[in-house]
């Protein structure tokens, strides 16, 4: 079964700092990854999708890694700014084809501070 | 927009009452899926559906079933609610360029 964990479950940073969300998964038979945003009391929000086959994505101040055989994603966000601020999910898709299920970590709640 | 609109936003039922939530897509999607989310338990597949004419239990699926009326749209009903019903309830849809979530039913059961 896979199992996503996501560390740490909280941060908080100063506004202009970079920083780094990590995912780690057990099952390393991933057809893609994907992270997510969630703001408080709304859904989810995709952010960046990589593929099994990809090593990272960009998209903004956004870069996501994937290193599938060590089980390990990671989110680096430059330039951290308050509007960042949210819950940053991470969920693994572990069969090819379009029925396949995501199975998601529980999140880090990120907070960055003026 | 494009995307999965979720009805209703916000519902309180009492214990043993009935409801359905209901899921509609535009994005001309196959798959599509019901989530629920607690804190500190992530979100947790409930049923999914393959293509219209198809459903599958997930992790979670006692207390609950679904119909995938059409392709557009994927329908959750609760027979009778109980408090460990209390949760977020996510619709979602998906192909090979990942998914798409709603926005959310956030579902009180006293």
């Known amino acids: 079964k896979q199992e996503v964990t996501q560390i740490p479950a909280a941060l908080s940073v100063p506004e202009g700092e970079n920083l780094v969300l990590n995912c780690s998964f057990t099952d390393s038979a991933i057809y893609n990854l994907q992270w997510f945003r969630q703001d408080p009391g709304k859904g989810l929000t995709s952010l960046l999708l990589?593929?099994?086959?990809?090593r990272e994505q960009t998209s903004g101040r956004l870069n996501a890694s994937l290193d599938k055989s060590s089980g390990r994603s990671t989110l680096y966000i430059a330039a951290s700014q308050p509007g960042d601020s949210a819950t940053y999910l991470c969920?693994?898709?572990?069969?090819?084809?379009?029925?396949?299920?995501?199975?998601f970590g529980t999140g880090t709640r990120l907070q960055v501070t003026l | 927009n494009a995307g999965v609109t979720q009805t209703p936003k916000f519902q309180v039922l009492k214990t043993g009452q009935s409801m359905t939530l209901q899921c509609a897509q535009d994005?001309?999607?196959?798959?599509m899926y019901w989530y629920r989310q607690d804190p500190g338990m992530g979100l947790r597949l409930i049923y999914y559906s393959a293509s219209e004419g198809t459903t599958d239990k997930g992790e979670v699926p006692n207390g609950y079933n679904v119909s995938r009326l059409n392709k557009r749209e994927f329908s959750l009903r609760l027979e009778s609610a109980a408090p460990s019903q209390t949760s977020v309830y996510f619709c979602a849809s998906s192909e090979a360029d990942g998914y798409t979530f709603g926005s959310g039913t956030r579902l009180t059961v006293v």
């Open positions: 969920a693994v898709r572990s069969l090819a084809g379009t029925a396949s299920k995501l199975t």
């Open positions: 990589i593929q099994s086959s990809q």
């Open positions: 994005m001309n999607h196959n798959s």
